[in-house]
Nanobody, 124 residues
């Protein structure tokens, strides 16, 4: 059983930056595809980015070029560097994991393990 804990959320003005972290514990000896998801006010949860165990990444069109996902498996931590933030980026950000070396898709229903989320608020 994998436990995920996010941190690093906060309030910033448009154009600012934040770096989210997600620490994993339990079952970390197995390979996992890791992803970031978000849910804005009145919106459905959407995939933001994923990274597989080989470092292959994929981004949602809305964040490509502004966000960078990375992982440090030695300390079981996932990151999301968010630059040039926009008000539309406001929402609860969740870290998620699914077993396996590869990710293939960014469908939330395929990710088994979830953190509690960290709030990101971007003001104009």
């Amino acid at each position: 059983q994998v436990q995920l804990v996010e941190s690093g959320g906060g309030s910033v003005q448009a154009g600012g930056s934040l770096r989210l972290s997600c620490e994993a514990s339990g079952g970390t000896y197995r390979p996992y595809c890791m992803g970031w998801f978000r849910q804005g006010p009145g919106k459905e949860r959407e995939g933001v980015a994923y990274i597989d165990t080989y470092g292959t990444t994929r981004y949602a069109v809305s964040v490509k070029g502004r966000f960078t996902i990375s992982r440090e498996d030695t300390n079981h931590t996932l990151y999301l560097q968010m630059d040039s933030l926009k008000p539309d980026d406001t929402g609860m950000y969740f870290c998620a994991a699914k077993s396996g070396d590869y990710c293939y898709t960014l469908y939330s229903r395929e990710f088994r393990y979830w953190g509690q989320g960290t709030q990101v608020t971007v003001s104009s």
